[in-house]
């Protein structure tokens, strides 16, 4: 038990000092997405009646920790009628001296992707990014585009799932930075 407390202690503390509790100079930004602001068509999925072009965001990032050995993208919208959110897009593993991805980014065949980067399995089942697709008459949604500098580079299995990529990157995250944009579907 008393090992326990140890561990739980040291883990809290962590949590405390560590992400965004103590966000320094580290930010997310974007030619393509604004803070509070709708997303254009440009990043509505294509499929399951979208019709957008399906194109991730221009990201660029700075102010990463020192010990920053590689960093992770999430898209997340908490907003869809799931139970447990949407995972748009999960890269891991971008390498440490690369502070931006160009628009497009996000696509199966990882042209654009750094190399040494993973995206993991959408909820669309697919291994790069997916827009914005709320149902239709659902209201505005949020969508989460987040940033992680990392302590290690991740090993995950190949078909590692979005909830055990979301808990090794968290587990392994120095600090954070998130721009959260809204779409909408009449």
């Given at each position: 038990?008393?090992r ?37 068509k ?41 139970g ?50 709320p ?52």
């Amino acid at each position: 038990m008393k090992r326990f407390k140890h561990y739980f202690l040291i883990s809290l503390t962590s949590m405390l000092f560590t992400g965004t509790a103590l966000a320094g100079s580290f930010k997310l930004t974007s030619q393509d997405i604004t803070h509070g602001k709708f997303m254009k068509k440009a990043q509505e999925f294509q499929g399951f009646g979208c019709s957008g072009d399906n194109l991730s965001p221009q990201l660029s990032w700075s102010g990463a920790p020192k010990e920053t050995k590689a960093f992770a993208i999430f898209a997340y919208d908490p907003d869809a009628p799931t139970g447990s959110g949407w995972w748009h897009w999960q890269v891991v593993n971008i390498p440490a001296n690369v502070t931006s991805l160009p628009v497009g980014a996000g696509t199966p065949d990882n042209a654009k992707m750094p190399k040494g980067s993973t995206q993991i399995s959408n909820d669309y089942g697919v291994s790069a990014f997916g827009g914005a697709c709320p149902p239709k008459g659902h209201g505005v949604h949020r969508y989460q585009f987040t940033i992680y500098a990392l302590s290690k580079i991740l090993e995950l299995p190949k078909n590692a799932s979005s909830a055990l990529t979301g808990y090794m990157v968290k587990a392994n995250s120095l600090e954070s930075s998130t721009i959260e944009a809204f779409y909408k579907r009449d």
